[in-house]
């Protein structure tokens, strides 16, 4: 990793590599120090309900990300659906943008 990326960087970036689907990619702040990753899909389906996908949050070094489509992150931000608890978009980071 180079020394300016960060590991949510890093994370965003192979992400993206990988999921032609992903068209944006947001760091969300963590009081924990938890890299937290939103991901916007345009290849997912859409689902009432969005839940994290966690990797290691019990080490310093964990990820969590949420996967939601345009039209789901579209609501989020009128609040109209919420992202899982303790999950904001107050003082997000945009990291990607295909």
């Known amino acids: 990793m180079r020394k300016n990326v960060t590991k949510a960087q890093q994370y965003a970036n192979e992400h993206a590599e990988i999921d032609p689907g992903v068209i944006e990619i947001y760091s969300i702040k963590s009081k924990r120090g938890l890299v937290r990753l939103l ?3 345009k290849l ?3 689902r009432n309900v969005i839940e994290s996908v966690d990797f290691g949050t019990d080490t310093k070094d964990g990820l969590s990300i949420v996967d939601i489509t345009p039209n789901q992150f ?3 931000k009128k609040g109209k659906l919420k992202l899982p608890k303790g999950w904001t978009l107050t003082g997000s980071k945009l990291l ?3």
């Open 39 to 41: 991901e916007i899909n």
């Open 44 to 46: 997912l389906g859409e």
């Open 74 to 76: 579209s609501l989020v």
């Open 96 to 98: 990607y943008k295909r």
